[in-house]
């Protein structure tokens, strides 16, 4: 296995011109800046499953849990074919090493949250575009999300941390692993899953305990959905507050009274939003290279992704 981060991508938003009237949807943030980082797998629902381009645009009609596909002006229902060929790449797509996907939003085939779903002649924005809800129950834990709700700094950075955090843990399962090394991952993820969700963190601490007294593969099964559905919870100044102070909590000796007072006083800027994240945290690595701090150098939590997409530099 490679290192390489793949994402499932809706095609049209690579700038490949498949969208029913011919045309694309080119998302530049995700090509310019996420394609440094990750290798692209398009998919297009509608021209997998063998319609034309361009084509008659489709919709969602009917009961928003199993909606049909059928075309807008001809009438004609394309809901099982969709079906068999969500049925197919689902299955195929397991052997691509997905780390996430990014659907198009409002799509009948790929849209995730809020497509429009018609019920005598009235939309309700509640449904899922078939491929999108086939992908997210085939894959569950997989980090999904729209290209839209990226424009959001917060959903943004909460999307691309679990893609890595994936990837981490893809890398973990390639590498032999045992429930000795699963305390040691475990380890390095602490004050990640504390900023994410304290209460899953504690959940985690009795399985990884007891890991040698429960077969491997269904030990390794319930850390990967504690793992994933926990870092699934946003990270909120709060939470970060706390672990900030916490990772503080290690130079008790080694600062001087001035410099735990900036300390404090750059977190608190940063709770009340006046300062990004990226603030306390400079401060902090400072002092982890400074004062050689190994605990804190193995945490995860001071480099979550590449410093370069800037994902903590927002307030």
């Known amino acids: 296995m490679t290192d390489s981060i793949t ?20 998302d530049r943030y995700l090509t310019d800046t996420l394609g440094r980082w990750f290798r692209f797998l398009p998919v ?24 049909r596909l059928l075309t807008r002006m001809s009438r004609m229902d394309l809901t099982d074919r969709m079906l068999a060929f969500c049925e197919f790449k689902v299955k195929e797509l397991e052997g691509e090493n997905l780390c996430g996907f990014i659907f198009k939003k409002e799509s009948p085939s790929s849209g995730l949250f809020r497509v429009k779903v018609y019920h005598d002649g009235i939309a309700t924005k509640n449904g899922s575009g078939l491929f999108a809800a086939a992908m997210s129950r085939h894959f569950p834990l997989l980090p999904m999300e729209e290209e839209g709700r990226l424009n959001d700094p917060d959903l943004r950075e909460n999307f ?6 994936y990837r981490r843990w893809q890398l973990f399962l390639a590498s032999g692993p045992t429930a000795g090394k699963l305390v040691e991952f475990h380890t390095g993820q602490k004050l990640l899953m504390m900023a994410h969700s304290p209460a899953t963190y504690r959940a985690m601490g009795p399985l990884v305990a007891k890991g040698k007294e429960l077969p491997l593969p269904a030990l390794l099964k319930s850390y990967e959905e504690l ?8 990270a909120t100044p709060k939470k970060n507050s706390n672990v900030l102070q916490h990772m503080m909590g290690y130079f008790k000796k080694e600062l001087s009274a001035g410099e735990k007072t900036e300390l404090l006083e750059v977190i608190r800027e940063y709770h009340d939003g006046v300062t990004p994240l990226i603030a306390p945290l400079t401060l902090l690595r400072h002092y982890v290279r400074k004062y050689d701090q190994k605990y804190l150098l193995g945490q995860i939590y001071l480099s979550p992704h590449p410093a370069e997409l800037m994902l903590r530099n927002h307030a």
């Open 160 to 165: 691309i941390e679990r893609v890595f955090s």
């Open 7 to 26: 994402i499932g991508v809706s095609s049209c938003l690579l700038g490949e011109q498949v969208r029913y009237d011919g045309g694309h949807k080119h």
């Open 44 to 67: 297009c629902p509608e021209v997998g499953c063998g319609l034309p381009i361009p084509r008659e645009a489709m919709r969602l009609e009917g009961d928003p849990t199993a909606p």
């Open 227 to 234: 793992f994933m559905k926990g870092l699934a919870q946003h």
